[in-house]
C-alpha cells in the first residue's frame, strides 16, 4: 500500500517539542504527522483553511523520508512503527 503524509505544524517549521533523542539529541518538529492512503484525501486535508495564526498550518510531506526529518526525536523503530500502525488504522476504513 502506497502511503501519502501531511504534517500539521504547530507554530512553526523550527518549533521542537518532546525529549530530545537519546543518542542523536535531535528534536521532533512541533505538530502531528497524518497518514493517508490516497493522496487526494492529503490534499483535501491540507487544503482545509488554516490561516488562523494560532491554530498553525498544514503541509503536504512528499516523501517517507521528509516525514522522518519531522520527527527526530523518535528512534527509527518508533517511527516506523506508527508508520505501520497508521496503515492498518487505514485498511480497516
Not at 491554530?55 to 519531522?70: I, M, S, W
Request: charge should be negative; glycine fraction near 8%.
Amino acid at each position: 500500500m502506497r502511503l501519502f503524509y501531511g504534517f500539521h505544524y504547530q507554530d512553526g517549521r523550527s518549533t521542537t517539542t518532546g525529549d530530545p533523542h537519546p543518542i542523536t539529541g535531535r528534536m521532533s518538529i512541533a505538530g502531528k504527522l497524518k497518514v493517508f492512503a490516497t493522496r487526494e484525501a492529503r490534499d483535501e486535508w491540507v487544503d482545509v483553511d488554516t490561516s488562523n495564526p494560532y491554530l498553525g498550518f498544514r503541509e503536504a510531506v512528499t516523501t517517507k523520508k521528509q516525514a522522518r526529518e519531522l520527527c527526530l526525536g523518535w528512534s527509527v523503530e518508533d517511527f516506523n512503527d506508527y508508520i505501520r500502525q497508521e496503515a492498518i488504522l487505514l485498511e480497516g476504513e
